[in-house]
Each structure stands twice: as structure tokens, then as C-alpha cells.
């Protein structure tokens, strides 16, 4: 098992995309991680050695705004653009890099929570870029999305951009913590409190979203449950949702079934899905995560 890292510069703006790969020995595929709001790279480098030492390439790196790929901490949640088309658009950079760099291997797409959105928005366009694509954590549609993004431009209005507002960030996700009372802050990420804690704690992780950061956030909401766009290159992509059923993006089971059911509708004919019951929102870091591991092994290893 090597580990290697590699920057690529965004086409959007010249910005530095820091990332980091774990490969095998004669590598079987390679997957790509897209991680969720306020994360970084790190947090997936467990999934990403246990992927490398079943014959995986793993691939992940920090979107704009997020771990590394900032010029200083102020950027953190700051996006460099408004309307949520530059994270895209990046994720197509390094998907490009990394076929370039192991051509003739199949691609699966792994996308977390925002992350999930990232790659569903991706696929509207790119989806002759990969060869499966996996949605982790899926936020279901919200009807208030326009509102939200309404609410977020008033915000920069009066405050700026940079802006890092409580209210925002209470009406994004502040909800969850109300599901498990008693159990203390980003208890609705998971069970596995210390590595809620140790998220909280590092520089790179856990910083409100700023103003323009949350506008992205709204805007790709939006554009994910968005028919018109929707390319569908590659109608036969393996597509696999996984969530837990305690999730507090899911918003209901029914819900998560229309999120799947709207691919469907556009036209994508290979859809599956599995829930998985007491889990919360990080599957890859809950309590029983193995499980997931192994899941999402299956699915990458199939008609290979």
C-alpha cells in the first residue's frame, strides 16, 4: 500500500485542490471520495486503507472551501463562487486527473451528506466520467430550499459574504441534535462519540459555513432535484443509495425512496438502495460501520 499526494488546480479559478490516494499493488478500480460539509480528507483515511487492502485505488481530496484546498483558515466554508457550479466542476478536474493518471481502471463515485449532492450534480453532466456511483447520506428535498437561499442572499446583504451566520447554520442542520437529547453536540452525526469529538476539535472540521458557503449549499439542493439539466449519457449506471434509517437529513424512509425514484424518473434503469436501522447520518463512521465497508465493497466488486 502506497500513499501519495497530488494537488490539482482547478480550471474555475486556478484554486489548489489538495488530495490524497492510497494504492495497492495492481489495482482492481479506483474510487473517489466526495466528503460531506465542514469535513476534510482525513476523515475518510480508514475507509480508504480498508478499500486499498481489498485492491482499490481510494482517492480523496478536500473540496474548495474545505481542508486544504484554502489559501488560509478564513477561507474554510467559503466557496469562491455563488451558485454552486465551481465544486462541480472541480470534482470533474479531479476525476479527469485521476483517469489520466490510471487509465483503462473503472471509476466508482462515492459521495457523502453535501458531498452526495456534489456528485448527483456532477452526474446531471458527467456521467459518462465514471462507472458507479454511490450516494451516502442523501439530504432529501426540501421545499424551503428557495427560501433558504433567499434567506442566505438577505444575510450577505446586511453582513457580507464571509459572514458565519448562527441562524443559517441553525436551519441547515442545527435541527438534528433535537432527535437525541441528552446526547450533546453532533449527536446526529453518529454514535461514535469520540469521533464526533475529535471532528469538533480539529481546525479543519466543524467550522460554520459562512453565508456564501450556505447559499452553495442551498443552490446545489436545488440543482440536485432538478430535472431539467439531466444529460443521462449513461442510463445503465450502477447507482447504490445507503443511509440510516436515524438519519436526520433523511428526512422520512418515503423521502429517501423519492430521492432514489427521482433518478429513476430521469431516466437511470440500475437504482438500489439499502437503509440501515439505528444508524445516523456519518455510515461510514457509525458504530457497525464494518457493515457499510463491507456493502460498499459488494457493490463496488460486482459485474466486474
Known sequence: MEKKEFTVISEY??????????????????????????????RYNEFMQFLCANGYTAVCYDQRGHGDSVENEEDLGWFRDNDGKAIVDDLADVTRYVKEQMPNLSVTLFGHSMGSMVVRCFLREYDD?????????????????????????????????RHRSKLLAFLSTGKGDKNFPGEGKGAWLSRNY????????????????????????????????????????????PIYFIS???????????????????????????????????????LLNEVGKRQVYNDVLSFIQSKE
Not at 484554486?15 to 494504492?23: A, D, P, S
Not at 454511490?134 to 444575510?155: D, H
Not at 440536485?224 to 449513461?234: A, C, D, F, I, S
Not at 424518473?265 to 456519518?282: C, I, M, P, T, W
Open 129 to 161: 466520467l465514471i462507472d458507479k456511483l454511490i450516494v451516502c447520506g442523501s439530504p432529501s428535498k426540501n421545499p424551503l430550499t428557495n427560501a433558504g437561499i433567499l434567506l442566505a442572499k438577505t444575510v450577505t446583504l446586511f453582513y457580507g459574504d
Open 194 to 237: 469520540k469521533c464526533t469529538a475529535d471532528f469538533y476539535s480539529n481546525p479543519k472540521g466543524g467550522k460554520r459555513f459562512t453565508c456564501n458557503g450556505f447559499e452553495n449549499l442551498f443552490k446545489l439542493m436545488k440543482r440536485t432535484y432538478q430535472k431539467r439539466g439531466y444529460k443521462v449519457k449513461n442510463p445503465q449506471l
Open 244 to 282: 440510516g434509517d436515524k438519519d436526520a437529513v433523511l428526512g422520512s424512509p418515503r423521502q429517501w425512496i423519492r430521492s432514489q425514484d427521482f433518478l429513476i424518473d430521469v431516466g437511470y434503469e440500475n437504482v438500489a438502495s439499502k437503509l440501515y436501522e439505528g444508524f445516523r447520518h456519518e
Open 13 to 42: 479559478d486556478g484554486l489548489k485542490l489538495q488530495g490524497v490516494f492510497y494504492e495497492p499493488k495492481n489495482p482492481k478500480g479506483v474510487v473517489i471520495l466526495v466528503h460531506g460539509m465542514c469535513e476534510y480528507k482525513e
